[in-house]
Nanobody, 116 residues
Framework: QVQLVESGGGLVQPGGSLRLSCVAS????????MSWYRQAPGKERELVAT????????NVADSMKGRFTISRDNAKNTVFLQMNSLKPEDTAVYYC?????????WGQGTQVTVSS
């Protein structure tokens, strides 16, 4: 079955960086676009970034452009989210996401807390 396992979250000071990873299994990773979402307390889940199956096309939400970068390693079935210049408002649970046919799959999430 499809599994998405995130890691790399934690507590970081404002202006700091984190790199999230998501290891995927149970499907042909190299043929699927992958995304990162996040959900802050009391807010709806929002799209952070998407990367095409081969990695040649990426899209990052406007509020995170220039700070966040999505990438992937198809040999390792892994998608990454590099987050720089972190702000307190980036505090959220970050989720890895894939849609396979009409079914949406989410990882368990990894907590990112930006605080001094």
């Amino acid at each position: 079955q499809v599994q998405l396992v995130e890691s790399g979250g934690g507590l970081v000071q404002p202006g700091g960086s984190l790199r999230l990873s998501c290891v995927a299994s149970g499907f042909t990773f190299s043929t699927h676009a992958m995304s990162w979402y996040r959900q802050a307390p009391g807010k709806e889940r929002e799209l952070v970034a998407t990367i095409s199956s081969a990695g040649g096309s990426t899209n990052v939400a406007d509020s995170m452009k220039g700070r966040f970068t999505i990438s992937r390693d198809n040999a390792k079935n892994t998608v990454f989210l590099q987050m720089n210049s972190l702000k307190p408002e980036d505090t959220a649970v970050y989720y890895c996401y894939v849609q396979r046919w009409s079914i949406r799959y989410w990882g368990q999430g990894t907590q990112v807390t930006v605080s001094s």
